[in-house]
Nanobody, 129 residues
């Protein structure tokens, strides 16, 4: 069964850091485009970051550029999102998603788009003092 499981969310003060993990089972991450999305109450879902290993495409939304870093550990079949200098506006439910390379895209200018067929349950990140 193909599955993505996120972890690492929580409550952190402004300026703090969190590392989100997205562990895959049933498929190999490097054959997929992996993206992190977030959605805050009352707001549209936003593509935060994505990674396409086949051509090393990486994208960060302007709102997180310079603060968030996406990475992958092949041995653990896990993708991470390191989040530093967190701000209250980063508060949201964060999801990782996987899409087959022929269906999903990670554009350095546009971000993640296309068909992401696999989604985790998400993890809540709350930035508050």
């Amino acid at each position: 069964q193909l599955q993505l499981v996120e972890s690492g969310g929580g409550l952190v003060q402004p300026g703090g850091s969190l590392r989100l993990s997205c562990a895959a089972s049933g498929f190999t991450l490097d054959a997929y485009v992996i993206a992190w999305f977030r959605q805050a109450p009352g707001k549209e879902r936003e593509g935060v970051s994505c990674l396409k290993s086949s051509d090393n495409s990486i994208y960060y939304a302007d709102s997180v550029k310079g603060r968030f870093t996406i990475s992958r550990d092949n041995a653990k079949n896990t993708v991470y999102l390191q989040m530093n200098s967190l701000k209250p506006e980063d508060t949201a439910h964060y999801y990782c998603a996987g899409g087959k390379i022929v269906q999903a895209m990670c554009s350095t200018g546009r971000g993640p788009y296309g068909v992401f067929g696999y989604w985790g349950q998400g993890t809540q990140v709350t930035v508050s003092s």
